[in-house]
T-cell receptor
Framework: AQSVSQHNHHVILSEAASLELGCNYS??????LFWYVQYPGQHLQLLLK??????LVKGIKGFEAEFIKSKFSFNLRKPSVQWSDTAEYFC??????????FGAGTRLFVKA | DTGVSQDPRHKITKRGQNVTFRCDPI?????LYWYRQTLGQGPEFLTY????????KSRLLSDRFSAERPKGSFSTLEIQRTEQGDSAMYLC????????????????FGPGTRLTVL
């Protein structure tokens, strides 16, 4: 069965600090990988996605993620966070069907 | 804004009552998903439609849950004989058909319906 593990449930950073959120998944076949974000009071929205090709994908607002197939990982990074990045971040995996499996989420709080 | 809409946004009901939620996807999207989200967890897949066909259904979806998408446009999710454990946020998402066979495209989420069962 597919599963997604996000390493941290809560992260607190100061502005300008670098961010890395870990995501590992379990699935042996071809996968589509996503990071979704939910800003306070808003809907879930796509941050970035990986389908194939270059394993380093860039998303909105300066975020990027790297797919490392051998490690079953899809970690999210941003070199310098802003207060406006305060949100909940969800890693998601879709493979072998139409079902998308989400991780439990990581709440990021950025101190101004 | 022609995003995904859900109605109602909040529903409070007593245990044992039936409830029905509606989702209106983005008009040109033929894929529609229902999820349930509880506090501290990510969205949990419930079911998926391609046009009017329900193609996948989670084992978590008990017989008390049923979903329809009769004309391939809006969808309804009904919960019969609600239980306190059904209290959650119910999310709907839609997506276009990906150009790549077997690929899952970006999902666009609605605001959710928050259900409280007393």
């Amino acid at each position: 069965a597919q599963s997604v593990s996000q390493h941290n449930h809560h992260v607190i950073l100061s502005e300008a600090a670098s961010l890395e959120l870990g995501c590992n998944y379990s699935y042996g076949g071809t996968v589509n990988l996503f990071w979704y974000v939910q800003y306070p009071g808003q809907h879930l929205q796509l941050l970035l996605k990986y389908f194939s090709g270059d394993p380093l994908v860039k998303g909105i607002k300066g975020f990027e993620a790297e797919f490392i197939k051998s490690k079953f990982s899809f970690n999210l990074r941003k070199p310098s966070v802003q207060w406006s990045d305060t949100a909940e971040y969800f890693c998601a995996v879709a493979g072998g069907g139409f079902k998308t499996i989400f991780g439990a989420g990581t709440r990021l709080f950025v101190k101004a | 804004d022609t995003g995904v809409s859900q109605d109602p946004r909040h529903k409070i009901t007593k245990r044992g009552q039936n409830v029905t939620f509606r989702c209106d996807p983005i008009s040109e999207h033929n894929r529609l998903y229902w999820y349930r989200q509880t506090l501290g967890q990510g969205p949990e897949f419930l079911t998926y439609f391609q046009n009017e066909a329900q193609l996948e259904k989670s084992r978590l979806l008990s017989d008390r849950f049923s979903a329809e998408r009769p004309k391939g446009s809006f969808s309804t999710l009904e919960i019969q004989r609600t239980e306190q454990g059904d209290s959650a946020m119910y999310l709907c998402a839609s997506s276009p058909t990906s150009g790549v066979v077997g690929s899952t495209d970006t999902q666009y989420f609605g605001p959710g319906t928050r259900l409280t069962v007393l």
